[in-house]
């Protein structure tokens, strides 16, 4: 079992950056494919990006790709989201989140467990 808390989130204004993070508890981070995914309000839980329990690959949903970028210190146990050129519909709640499959996945269902998520809020 893994314990995700993520971290950094805020307030930013469009074209900024940002990056957030997720600790994982225990000692088996490397098993796990990490994923980031977002909640704005109304709106269903969305898949951001993921990354393979070695970092060495990596997926992004179109509407992040080449704003946004994935990685992982396995030896920290943490994952990093960081996040260029925000918009304001980039706005949500971001979540980390751990499978214990070793296949990337978008699909939220597909994740084991989840931290409690962090607020970014881009402004125009």
């Known amino acids: 079992q893994v314990q995700l808390v993520e971290s950094g989130g805020g307030l930013v204004q469009a074209g900024g950056s940002l990056s957030v993070s997720c600790a994982a508890s225990g000692r088996t981070f490397s098993s796990y494919v990490m994923g980031w995914f977002r909640q704005a309000p109304g709106k269903e839980r969305e898949f951001v990006t993921a990354i393979t329990r070695n970092g060495g690959n990596t997926y992004y949903a179109d509407s992040v790709k080449g704003r946004f970028t994935i990685s992982r210190d396995n030896a920290k146990n943490t994952v990093t989201l960081q996040m260029n050129s925000l918009k304001p519909e980039d706005t949500a709640v971001y979540y980390c989140?751990?499978?214990?499959?070793?296949?990337?996945?978008?699909?939220?269902?597909?994740?084991?467990?989840w931290g409690q998520g962090t607020q970014v809020t881009v402004s125009s």
């Open positions: 989140a751990a499978r214990s499959s070793p296949v990337l996945s978008t699909r939220p269902r597909m994740y084991d467990y």
